[in-house]
């Protein structure tokens, strides 16, 4: 079965200038992207007043985000994948280029409908209705 | 200081075909948005052959996304909100379309930086360089 990986990546640069460099950002988050053997089909992006910045690329094997708020330091970057590409590249290439000082990443494995033990900070829903399901 | 808050849901409905209708699915998720408070600044979608549709919304208040996969019966829901949107009712509404017999509903924040334990299938990477960054 197809395996869909997730990651969410909280990232603090040192320099907080370059989360206003939103351009060449971008431009290396895409590239980044290609290199982790992703397929870019479309891409969209918003740069905020005054300070702020979104970026969204639509892959074959899923999507990815970034977000920027330059008044906390903070970039946060997803990738949802499947299929083959390697989404730690996309880290790793950011984080070359933002010199983060502190980095949170997490990976999660969707779709697969495991039970799963809850960690801290994280809140967990989940429902079935009764036996109607053969899914999982 | 602004919260970022992190929903990942799969789905699981009980009528597959539902995930084939992707136009009235992607226009049920855009109206949920607006109905959860959030702002749609744009919005770019694609459908795959055979089967499969991907839908991102750029939104002033972060992003969502949807993903299908017909032949695993699956829609992997993502929202990532900061300010007063309600991400909840984006989910619930799909729930209300989808009818699903199976729902997993994760929750995070972003960019709080806190220490946090793992839970069971989670992976988590964490780290800093000595001491030179302020923000956490």
Known sequence: MLRHQQLLVDLWPEDGELLERVQPLWTVTLEAAEASGATILSECSHQFEPSGFTGLALLSQSHLSVHTWV??????????????????????????????????????????????????????RRWNRGGRCSIQ
Chains 1, 2 share one sequence.
Not at 72 to 98: E, K, T
Not at 103 to 111: D, I, L, N, S, T
């Open 71 to 124: 008044e906390q330091r903070l970039l946060l970057l997803d990738v949802q994948s499947c299929g083959s590409m390697r989404p730690q590249v996309i880290v790793d290439r950011l984080a070359a280029f933002l010199h983060p000082c502190s980095v949170e990443q997490r990976a999660f494995e969707r779709g697969a409908g495991e039970q799963r033990s809850r960690g801290a900070g994280e809140q967990e």
